[in-house]
């Protein structure tokens, strides 16, 4: 029988990259799938998926659109009896949380973008696997570094990303012209761990440094609109197709 994984991420790119991994991960059962994967995008169906139980491994982002997924560790529910293990993703944790989330039941705390391998490995040892094979050839670049040496893997899920950079395009104009920092800030943070998993450190440093200003700055501001702007011309650099009249300074009027 597949070991149930529940994964409590909204942002879809990192969600199909959990998914096309775990395709990787040898089970009991070499006809069977090692894991069958449960995602959930918010809080809300988070708590409902854990109440519902019968996971046997649980791995969650940190910020979801409705909050922090700390408040289901504050809980206690990585701590209740027969509760899973849990992994946590992190864009970055100092050592004073990480010790916090390990207090509160964290089994292990990945920091994004997450490794093929150590993702791989680290499911594999908590769910008591056969351990994945390690990479036959070693190098750099995106496909080595994050995805094992995989190509096909690496070009799946690029081609599913620059599709779904539509979404997150709309998403963070909207954001911009209704003055929505938390939306754009999410939406900068979700980007910001893609982009470097495909390759692209310098679009990847323009999410994070638009991700880091929104903590004390408005979209309105212009300073944080040439920032979006500068993440949004990169985007479509890539091939993405923007929707909607937004232009370098926000919408048309």
């Known amino acids: ?3 149930r994984l529940l994964l409590i991420e909204d942002d879809a790119s990192i969600s199909r990259f959990v998914e096309l991994a775990l395709e990787e991960l040898p089970g009991h059962d070499p006809a069977a799938p090692a894991v069958e994967l449960h995602a959930v995008a918010n809080l809300a169906q988070a708590r409902a998926a854990l109440a519902a139980g019968g996971w ?7 910020m979801l659109p409705d909050g922090s997924a700390e408040v289901l ?8 009896d027969g509760a899973p293990p849990w992994v946590v993703f992190s864009a970055g944790v100092h050592e004073d949380r990480h010790l916090a989330l390990a207090a509160r039941g964290v089994a292990r705390t990945l920091c994004k973008p997450v490794p093929l391998a150590e993702l791989l490995g680290t499911v594999a040892e908590l769910l008591r696997l ?4 390690a ?5 750099a670049g995106p496909v080595h570094t994050h995805f094992g040496g995989d190509q096909a893997l690496y070009d799946s899920f690029r081609a599913g990303c620059i599709t779904r950079f539509a979404d997150d395009l709309a998403q963070g104009d909207a ?6 920092a938390a939306t754009l800030r999410r939406v900068a943070h979700g980007l910001k761990a ?3 998993m495909l390759g692209e450190p310098g679009l990847s440093a323009h999410a994070g440094a638009l991700e880091a200003a929104l903590e004390h700055g408005r979209p309105g501001d212009q300073t944080l609109a040439g920032r979006w702007a500068a993440l949004a011309d990169g985007l479509a650099g890539l091939g993405v197709q923007r929707r ?10």
């Open 135 to 139: 990479p036959a050839v070693k190098g």
């Open 56 to 62: 046997s491994l649980v791995i969650s982002d940190l």
């Open 194 to 196: 893609v982009l470097e």
């Open 73 to 80: 560790l504050t809980d206690g529910l990585a701590l209740a």
């Open 244 to 253: 909607g009249g937004f232009g370098e300074s926000g919408p048309d009027t």
């Open 175 to 180: 954001a911009l012209a209704s003055a929505d």
């Open 1 to 3: 029988m597949a070991a």
């Open 130 to 133: 056969a351990p994945p094979a």
